[in-house]
């Protein structure tokens, strides 16, 4: 089964075709990324306009790269929710026209979800349960992934996103946006015990986590050394920062996969493209005897083939949505 995948919820414009869910026949991915960089972050009008003049291209392009007709294609799927509103709308909306145009069925795609199946795409042998910590600009979950379309949340952050934390920390050091990968890169080779950041532990929720404490440290950090016109030591705190993002995230997925017996963790995410979380997790993982899946760097961030991966078991549970299907900011996983 050949699905057409499109993605717009945030400031990457994609569409892609994955066959059974498993296999990229092509992944067309236009990153807004240099646009949203000046005014250091994401401007909503900008990205949804965006997205209306590129949907349409990337749609051809991705026809033409996987080298196969209009009429080979057996559903249309989209990205519907969470996201930000005017973009994922516009995602939505082209969609539908499509799967209009087409005469084909529609599949609704949560965007987490469309995350966590980004691991199908890269590992063949995996197949729900297991335990998905998905960590994105936009959202820290933990997810127990009972099925392929059965989920529930464990753990979440009580306030900000990982990669949130990642990219205000970046803004501070004067990094570009995004800030996650110029932060991987300065903390390459820094001393990751020069500062002393916290790790939030929410009473009574053990899997729960909290980002808010931690940006702020950053943040006053910054300004004392620059009122006692002290020079920070960058590289020490890009590693101390991330050393503190990880020894929030890897030790309670552990626990947590521990804690529901399963033996495999699976990460997701943009954030999953961080160097020190993904050599800290595949130490856990060897410490534990877990098997972890990670994708590959070029599907941890957002693309249109996680959501083709998706939408095929969607499909495969009767998931379909009629001509009526509206965008959502905010939805449960
Ligand atoms: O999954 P994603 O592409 O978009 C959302 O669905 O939110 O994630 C984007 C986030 C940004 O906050 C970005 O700074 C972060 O992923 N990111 C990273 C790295 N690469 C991207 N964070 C840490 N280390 C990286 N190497």
Redesign the pocket.
């Known amino acids: 089964m050949k699905i057409l995948a499109f993605e717009s ?2 400031d ?1 414009t994609a569409a892609a075709i994955v066959e059974d869910g498993r296999k990229i026949l092509t992944d067309q991915i236009f990153s807004q990324a240099d646009l949203h960089a000046v005014y250091g972050g994401v401007v909503p009008e900008i990205a949804s306009r965006c997205h209306v003049e590129s949907i349409s291209i990337l749609a051809q392009k991705a026809i033409d790269a996987a080298g196969i007709s209009r009429s080979e294609l057996d559903a249309v799927a989209v990205s519907y929710a969470p ?1 930000l509103i005017g973009a994922v709308l516009v995602g939505v909306n082209f969609a539908k026209a499509c799967a209009l145009a087409l005469n084909l069925p529609l599949i609704p795609v949560h ?2 979800r469309g ?1 966590i199946a980004a691991n199908y795409l890269a590992y063949p042998e995996l197949e729900p349960p297991f335990l998905c910590l998905a ?5 820290t979950i933990l997810v127990d992934v009972r099925g392929y379309t059965d989920m529930k949340i464990i753990g979440a952050t009580r306030d900000d ?4 934390c ?2 205000k920390t ?1 803004r501070v050091l004067g990094l570009p ?5 110029p ?2 890169m300065l903390a390459q080779g820094g001393d990751d015990t020069k500062y002393q950041f916290p790790i939030a532990h929410v009473d009574g929720s053990p899997y729960d986590m909290s980002f808010s404490g931690l940006k702020t440290a950053v943040i006053n950090l910054a300004h004392n050394a620059e009122q006692k016109g002290e020079e920070l030591d960058r590289a020490g705190l890009a590693a101390s920062f ?1 050393k503190a993002v990880s020894d929030s995230l890897v030790p309670r997925t552990v626990a947590a996969a521990r804690a529901l017996g399963y033996g495999r963790m699976v990460v997701a ?3 999953a ?3 020190r ?1 993904r050599t800290d997790f595949q130490k856990a993982a060897e410490k534990e005897g877990f098997q972890l899946f990670i994708p590959p ?1 070029k599907l ?3 693309n249109g083939a996680m959501i083709g991966a998706q939408a095929y078991y969607e499909y495969l549970a009767g998931n379909l949505a009629g001509s009526d299907l509206n965008a959502y900011a905010t939805m449960e996983i």
Not at 135 to 139: K, T, V
Not at 161 to 164: C, D, H, M, T
Not at 177 to 181: A, R, S, T, V
């Open positions: 919820t945030c990457e996201g965007h987490i995350h960590i994105s600009g936009g959202n996103a990982a990669g949130e990642f990219d970046a946006y995004p800030g996650g990968k932060i991987d991330t995410g943009g954030v493209a961080n160097s979380i760097l941890c961030g957002d």
